[in-house]
């Protein structure tokens, strides 16, 4: 729809065009002067801008799409003087009994195809002078600045609509993506319940929290509707709190602590290193408390002066010894962080010491 009302910008916009046709009567010497737009389902003119002695009360009427200077003027895309409108065959009625039309010049509005999408007037000439035909380039040139005003905001309102269908729709695949993770989640779940061998009952919990990771990231961006980027202290929360949801043991007493800043981080970053935490996590639940009851992992996310994300896991159990193989040549505990750290870009390493515990820190470019 050309109607301002339709443009979101309609308050700036209206202040422009406003001090457009103000401009208008000043340029052409005139008592009044007037803006009017094509409804596009109708085909009429609305008078959108008016100047002048009523203009309040045309604001607003609408022209016949068949009738008047303004509706022959947008038809045949033309321009169109005249300087006496009762002899016109075109004019058809002033809007307001308050008001006497006794010249006029009328330009249309062009889009930047060259359409006519509305007119621009100026009516009676001061001092009963006449319009002439050298106004009308000067008219036009106005016109043509009002026009680009109006394409340019209408433009602006169409990629901000585009836009927020883009981030609707991310939102409900993020939000269907979710579902179907804790979908994949609940089964492995329900299979958790038959299994009894130790290593495939591992396997699995490992899965789901894999799983349950990724779906996190997922729910927080539909949540948030931020399509384009991660709260990474409020996901890596959300991280810890599944790990410790899935290693929860009746026969262990493992405190969590976190001190996180508030950083946020493009989305595919941010799931890197929330599966990375999830496997340093997992770790620790694993191998770091063997033969201990009671223990304490802190987690710590900062950004440095140099800009760097930092990402640090500590915990007070055994120490858990880096290399690279096993005696039975199969990848150790640290394969899988060392992978996820380098498809993020950052650097893992790990200090550990049986009688304080271990320490691993991941660092990368923010």
């Known amino acids: 729809m050309h109607a301002v009302e339709g443009i979101n910008r309609t308050m700036q916009l209206k202040e422009v065009l406003?001090?457009?046709m103000e401009a208008a009567k000043i340029v052409m010497n005139s008592e009044a002067s007037s803006l009017m737009l094509l409804d596009e389902s109708?085909?009429?003119l609305n008078v959108s801008i008016p100047t002048g002695p009523v203009k309040d009360e045309i604001l607003g009427m609408t022209i016949p799409k068949t009738k008047?200077?303004?509706g022959?003027?947008?038809s045949y895309n033309q321009p169109f003087i005249s300087n006496d409108v009762v002899e016109s065959d075109i004019f058809w009625k002033d809007l307001s009994a308050g008001f006497t039309t006794r010249n006029i010049i009328c330009v249309p509005l062009q889009n930047s195809e060259g359409e006519a999408f509305g007119v621009l007037q100026a009516i009676n000439k001061k001092d009963g002078n006449h319009f002439e035909g050298k106004d009308v380039p000067v008219f036009e040139s106005l016109a043509q600045h009002v026009a680009s005003a109006i394409e340019r905001s209408q433009k602006y309102d169409e990629l901000e609509r585009k836009l927020e269908e883009r981030d609707l729709q991310l939102s409900e695949i993020h939000h269907r993506l979710k579902n179907n993770l804790s979908m994949i989640s609940g089964l492995i779940e329900f299979?958790?319940?038959k299994i009894e061998d130790?290593?495939?009952r591992g396997a699995l919990i490992s899965a789901e929290a894999r799983i349950k990771s990724v779906a996190e990231a997922?729910?927080?961006?539909?949540e948030q509707n931020k399509t384009g980027e991660l709260d990474l202290s409020e996901y890596l929360a959300s991280v810890t709190r599944n790990v410790e949801n899935v290693f929860q043991w009746p026969d262990k007493d493992i405190q969590i602590s976190m001190h996180f800043e508030d950083i946020y981080l493009d989305v595919i970053r941010g799931m890197l290193c929330g599966l990375v935490l999830n496997e340093l996590l997992m770790n620790a639940y694993k191998h770091a408390f063997v033969e201990r009851s009671i223990g304490e992992i802190i987690i710590s996310l900062k950004k440095t002066p140099t800009d760097k994300i930092v990402i640090i896991v500590a915990d007070n159990g055994l120490g858990i010894m880096e290399s690279t193989k096993n005696k039975q040549d199969k990848p150790d505990a640290h394969f899988i962080s060392r992978s996820l750290a380098n498809k993020l870009g950052a650097e893992i390493s790990w200090k550990q010491n049986p009688e304080i515990g271990s320490t691993c820190i991941v660092?990368?470019?923010a």
């Not at 997922?218 to 539909?222: A, R, V």
Request: proline content about 4%; glycine content about 12%.
């Open 363 to 365: 660092s990368f470019q």
């Open 18 to 20: 406003r001090k457009c």
């Open 72 to 74: 022959w003027v947008v």
């Open 68 to 70: 008047g200077i303004g």
């Open 198 to 200: 130790p290593i495939a």
């Open 218 to 222: 997922h729910s927080l961006l539909y």
């Open 191 to 193: 299979d958790l319940v």
């Open 42 to 44: 109708t085909g009429d």
